[in-house]
DNA sequence: TTGTACGCGTTATCAC
DNA sequence: GTGATAACGCGTACAA
């Protein structure tokens, strides 16, 4: 492997295959120091023109790629920033990770990632790793932490965002969107179709904020319409995975004579869409469903899903945006909501014919 | 900010706010230097007890926390590898980065990111970012580097694993899927249903490799069960998006009078099905369709759909072992070839009743 | 057992 | 214009 074994021992003049060339190999070559080397390739103006020049041709022929690493290890700044999240594999989260990465690297900044599998030990855990790599900035797509760890978070002194979970004080800033504005929507959408008796189905996947909110959201919406809220048309399907849930979910929904589900999230409804496919209940003629989230997913069912759009690409663009501007030290920053947006699809319609628990 | 302002100037027993606590301030606080600091907090046996414990206190005190920078410029090993991605909002690459993104966390590596948005300028930037970032290993889930950019790579001298691209030669090495075995598995299945017309539904979205690969099976397939081969199934469908193209499928394949289509991948299958339920076609009883990739989706549809299972998740995790295994320099690595399997589901079944050319 | 000195690869501040 | 030299934060031979 050695270029020049026989002076391994000696540990000097020695370049092994896989060391990386630096500015020194450089200087040696072309005949002057580390330091002019440096001056060299930065564009450094008093230097002069011939051994910029050299230096410059020198450096390319020996395939010089300067270390991030020394250089952060001066400027104290790593250009990269920290994103742990739940896990990489869920739809909702990637294109979340999809916006913060393109602000980013417009930015100039690479990113960490790190999953925490919805395991709050784990998370703290991955949470000091990036810390301790001295990403500039920490951003969480993930559960836990605002609520279980404020105290170990507010150790960790770089600016944090927090995404969908939001949490006032403590320097701890975060975007999230409007889960009650989106489910009065949702609801009032199905209001307007003319029904009167709608199921909210919850899921257990996420923590409770989200569920607390979005019947929050279903409450109002009966409040505005005038509707009474019949208890019995909230259920908690058991089950692995949301999928299942929304499986479950239409047993318990034939005893509600409900005519209509409004669905905690996308995957929910779609469980319950299939359900409903396999026992022949049909979308939306026998039963309405509209989701939350609108993953890519709910175009491609068929029929296509109505459902809550949540702008995730935004969400990931104005949290990295916001964990810039903390890194610049801008003005205050201020914590932001964004609003959800109907999209009526094909999974919803006006209530007609039998219900069906009769039918 | 400044803790000590009005020494600023001196730059000298100044911390800031934001600056991380490091092994001299401990040193300081307890009084001892910082390699005594370093040693204790290592663990390291030739050290009073006395000393250890009163160092570890202290640390503990200030918040310290090593910076995995300072460590890595001495290491020379950053304990990190980078990955490059087309884009992280594509479901078949996500499951791809978790089975990485696990093994790597365990082996103590944590993971870069990058996307290419399949644009060959920004990938080959995208690699030599993470090269400057001294990535121990590089593992790239992306289309055009292997192809394209062979020089510019090997002037990389760190090692890398490419996923679904073999390539031989060069150091370079890779994991990838059998996508021959896999195509016939899903022919051979439809024509053991008794279909003799098959369609091909290519797609453009990838290179065309996967193509090439997926068309050799499926005339393998014919050429084992004796089947002629008719050119005027073989469909190119244009549109834009996995989905749209499929979609645009099913005016193609009415003329074709093909009762079956094995769709290049699933999402071109799942346009396919979407366009069938609007326009009345039933899947399976008027057209059977098999995808490839078995994306989670592709059990959330109704009907569910047949399709190929690639083991993504596997897929990923072999190839953070490869590269950890070139890490080490163990013996010899050899590319890896995973086998698919057949997942059969709903949209498949025997040919029965009219053609849709005729429905 | 602990302190001193040096190196890791860069940048920056001095001199000359 | 260029060469020493220090510094960034940490680890570690060597000396004491």
Not at 30 to 49: D, F, Q
Not at 149 to 160: F, N, Q, T, W
Not at 201 to 213: A, F, G, Q, T, W
Not at 346 to 357: E, N, V, Y
Request: proline share 4%; charged share 25%; with cysteine.
């Amino acid at each position: 492997m050695a270029v020049d074994t026989a002076y391994d021992f000696l540990n000097v003049n020695f370049r092994s295959e896989f060391m990386p060339v630096t500015i020194k190999d450089i200087a040696k070559e072309a005949g002057v120091t580390h330091s002019t080397v440096s001056r060299a390739l930065n564009g450094n103006p008093r230097i002069s023109e011939a051994t910029a020049k050299l230096v410059q041709r020198v450096a390319a022929e020996m395939g010089y790629v300067p270390s991030a690493v020394a250089q952060n290890l001066h400027s104290r700044r790593t250009k990269s920033i920290g994103m742990v999240l739940t896990t990489i594999a869920d739809p909702f989260l990637a294109r979340i990770v999809e916006g913060v990465e393109q602000v980013a690297r417009d930015a100039g900044y690479s990113l960490f990632l790190s999953t925490s599998y919805n395991h709050p030990d784990k998370e703290i855990n991955v949470i000091e790793t990036l810390y301790r790599r001295r990403v500039d900035a920490i951003i969480i797509a993930s559960m836990w932490v605002g609520s279980t760890y404020r105290a170990e978070l507010s150790r960790i002194k770089i600016p944090i965002v927090l995404i969908n979970h939001l949490l006032e004080g403590d320097g701890l800033h975060s975007v999230a969107v409007d889960d009650v504005q989106g489910a009065r929507l949702a609801v009032k959408h199905l209001i307007d179709l003319g029904h009167r008796r709608i199921s909210f189905v919850k899921s257990l996947d996420r923590p409770s904020i989200y569920v607390e909110n979005r019947m929050e959201g279903y409450r109002l919406a009966h409040l505005e319409a005038a509707l009474p809220m019949d208890p019995r048309l909230i259920l908690t399907p058991e089950g692995d995975g949301d999928v299942e849930r929304g499986k479950r979910a239409l047993e318990l929904l034939r005893e509600t004579k409900a005519r209509a589900a409004f669905c905690c999230n996308d995957l929910t409804a779609i469980g319950l869409m299939k359900a409903c496919h396999e026992l022949g209940v049909r979308v939306p003629t026998d039963l309405s469903i509209v989701g939350f989230d609108d993953l890519e997913i709910a175009d491609y069912v068929s029929p296509s899903l109505t459902t809550i759009h949540q702008p995730r690409l935004e969400l990931g663009q104005t949290a990295m945006r916001m964990a810039l501007a903390m890194l610049e030290e801008k003005a205050a920053i201020t914590d932001q909501t964004m609003r959800c947006q109907l999209k009526v699809r094909q999974s919803t319609a006006a209530p007609g014919g039998d219900s069906i628990g009769h039918g």
